[in-house]
């Protein structure tokens, strides 16, 4: 990375048990998976708003970021945060925080749950993995933790604040990777995918990955 956002503030990160086997460095996970030479990561990050109408429902909105148009790779498609793992991280979750906050400038506080079993493809230095995480950040009020607050995550609220602006998130976008962000619901992530909607993402792989995502949120009721 060329661009160096502002040293993050300080988060406890709450992990869950069944991704305990991913808390270790990137060399320990690719000599127990010698079948890959690179490891990438990506971060689904939700937020859920409560409409200014009265008795809407609640929606669920996706972050979405644009890669920049001076990309080798896919410019101008649309993606998640995410990027390589690095062997200078402590461990492969930590590339998931790195990566969320070198793109978007948000600040990670607990990883919910892997999304889909990871997708495989080939790069010029070998074969890759891309594992897929849904996490919650400090910046989103909905997740339960105050911006700035540096004590171990709480608790979800039973009813957590829902009534704010997307513009209050402060998205900070790397230039030289990304040129655009956007929130969409699945309806618009559906269309999308069908060729009608305002988003083309990079692969099907990613596309079926965000469909994964909103239904893990639909089946466990959050």
Not at 28 to 46: C, H, K, M, R
Not at 161 to 166: N, S
Not at 174 to 185: K, V
Request: glycine share 8%; aromatic share 8%.
């Amino acid at each position: 990375m060329n661009l160096e956002p502002s040293k993050p503030i300080p988060i406890a990160i709450q992990i869950p048990q069944e991704l305990k086997h991913l808390n270790v460095p990137l060399a320990s996970w690719l000599e127990d998976n010698p079948q890959y030479t690179f490891l990438a990561v990506g971060a689904l990050i939700f937020v859920r708003q409560r409409p200014f109408e009265k008795f809407a429902d609640d929606i669920t909105l996706l972050l979405l970021v644009q890669r920049a148009a001076s990309e080798r790779s896919f410019p101008n498609l649309w993606e998640v945060p995410g990027g390589g793992a690095e062997p200078q991280d402590p461990t492969i979750l930590h590339s998931v925080a790195r990566e969320v906050f070198e793109e978007v400038g948000l600040r990670l506080t607990r990883i919910v749950r892997q999304v889909g079993d990871g997708m495989e493809f080939r790069t010029r230095v070998g074969n890759c993995l891309k594992l897929t995480f849904e996490i919650e950040v400090a910046e989103i009020p909905a997740n339960g933790v105050a911006l700035g607050d540096t004590t171990p995550v709480a608790a979800r609220a039973e009813e957590p604040e829902l009534m704010f602006e997307l513009a209050d998130i402060p998205i900070e976008l790397n230039p030289e990777e990304h040129q655009n962000y956007d929130w969409a619901d699945l309806g618009e992530i559906q269309q999308s995918i069908e060729g009608k909607g305002r988003h083309k993402f990079m692969t099907k792989g990613l596309s079926d990955t965000l469909l994964e995502g909103f239904r893990l949120r639909e089946l466990t009721g959050f």
